[in-house]
């Protein structure tokens, strides 16, 4: 018998589905540059607000997207790595999958926030804090964002798509379709995530706090 448990909730579905529209926006308009930049910066902003949203939400989320629940000791780490397969470890992010998710937010955040310092050559697209900021910094920060956050997020983004198509092959086991709906069919009755009106205005309002703490860093920049 098969227990239908709601794992992902609306926001975080659609922080990760964003994130994702984001990602692909942001790599085309640093590839088409010019006059795309503006939209850079945008999809930039947007990104920034969407991560920090998700901290927020790694905290006060459901029970399945709170980083207290992800298999970070470890001792769980090495029995998930030595082949034990218990559907406690797999409800959410598996422990191996929650390192990678946590160094992918990391990652991402990192690339954001040296972008707002970032400054190519002529400085025809700076970032908004790049004007307050030391020669030396915005050198280190532009190297970064362009030359080794860049690649070392590619890579873990196709390391990423990887895992869940290996989890599909070898293991039989979908993980996109969870992340579409939100539910997963489990062999025990876990305890499921809120996913309610009250949990989603929630998101939404912190999500708007998180916008607002962004277009409040710009105002100040300018
Ligand atoms: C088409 C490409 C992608 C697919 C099919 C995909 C699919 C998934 C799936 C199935 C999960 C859940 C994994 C699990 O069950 O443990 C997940 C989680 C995640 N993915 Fe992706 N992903 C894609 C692209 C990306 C990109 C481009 C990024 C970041 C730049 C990203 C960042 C994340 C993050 C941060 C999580 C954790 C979600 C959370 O707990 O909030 N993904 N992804
Ligand atoms: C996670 C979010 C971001 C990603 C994935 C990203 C990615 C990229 C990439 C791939 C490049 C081109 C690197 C190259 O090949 O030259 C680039 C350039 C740039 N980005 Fe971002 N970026 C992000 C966020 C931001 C933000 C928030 C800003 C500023 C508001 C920003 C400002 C810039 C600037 C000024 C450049 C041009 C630097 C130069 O040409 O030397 N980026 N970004």
Partial sequence: MLFKVRVW???????HWSLVLCFAGLLATAEVAGAAMAWHFRLGYA?????????????????????GTFGLAPA?????????QTPALTVGHNPLGSVAVLVLLLLALLQAATGLFSADETVTAAGPLARRATATWVHAATVYHTQIGKILLIVLVQLHIAAIVFHR???????????L??????????????DDARTRALALGMLACCA???????????
């Avoid at 909730?9 to 922080?15: C, Q």
């Avoid at 990104?47 to 980083?67: D, E, H």
């Avoid at 092959?169 to 992340?179: I, Q, T």
């Fill in 212 to 222: 607002a703490a962004i277009l409040l860093l710009l105002r100040w920049a300018d």
């Fill in 9 to 15: 909730d609306l926001p975080t579905r659609l922080f």
């Fill in 47 to 67: 990104t920034l607000s969407l991560l920090l949203f998700r901290l927020l939400w790694g905290v006060w989320g459901g029970r399945w997207s709170r980083f």
């Fill in 76 to 84: 769980t780490l090495l029995r998930y790595v030595r082949g034990e």
């Fill in 169 to 179: 092959m070898r293991r039989g086991e979908n993980l996109v379709l969870p992340m």
């Fill in 181 to 194: 709906t939100g539910d997963k069919q489990l062999r025990e009755p876990f305890e499921a995530a809120r």
